[in-house]
């Protein structure tokens, strides 16, 4: 029973602005000496995403709890871990393959 809470959980945060965020972080990242990152700070991340700091802390906290992402070093940036890389990219499938089926293209 407790997997299947936390399985829900998991869905709940991925199919919600924490996952709308996470793909924001995901692009957002560039190569550096140490490998990737978010160079943003949380004012600019907040602007890009069109919500306020106080709408995005608590997203942010949700993607580092969940283990997707992780603090760069303490006040500069994030990373998106190899977990938060997955999960973009297997959302991203199953959105994709949504979008193929038969019963998909019936509603539209």
Same mark, same amino acid.
């Given at each position: 029973?407790?997997?299947?809470?936390?399985?829900?959980?998991?869905?709940?945060? $991925?199919?919600?602005d924490? $996952?709308?965020l996470? @793909?924001?972080?995901?692009?957002?990242?560039?190569?550096?000496?140490? %490998?990737?990152?978010?160079? +943003? !700070?949380?004012? +600019?991340?907040?602007?890009? $995403?069109?919500?306020?700091? %106080?709408?995005?802390?608590?997203?942010?906290?949700?993607?580092?709890? !969940? %283990? @997707?992402?992780?603090?760069?070093?303490?006040? !500069?940036?994030?990373?998106?871990?190899?977990?938060?890389?997955?999960?973009? +990219?297997?959302?991203?499938?199953?959105?994709?393959?949504? +979008?193929? !089926?038969?019963?998909?293209?019936?509603?539209?």
């Open positions: 029973m407790d997997h299947l809470n936390a399985q829900r959980g998991l869905v709940n945060l $991925f199919t919600s924490s $996952f709308r996470l @793909c924001l972080l995901d692009r957002l990242q560039t190569d550096t000496l140490d %490998g990737k990152r978010v160079r +943003e !700070s949380q004012e +600019e991340i907040a602007e890009l $995403f069109h919500v306020s700091k %106080g709408k995005l802390n608590p997203l942010m906290q949700q993607l580092v709890a !969940s %283990g @997707c992402i992780q603090k760069y070093r303490a006040r !500069s940036g994030y990373t998106v871990t190899q977990l938060g890389a997955d999960v973009v +990219e297997h959302i991203g499938k199953l959105a994709a393959m949504e +979008e193929q !089926s038969p019963v998909a293209r019936k509603h539209d």
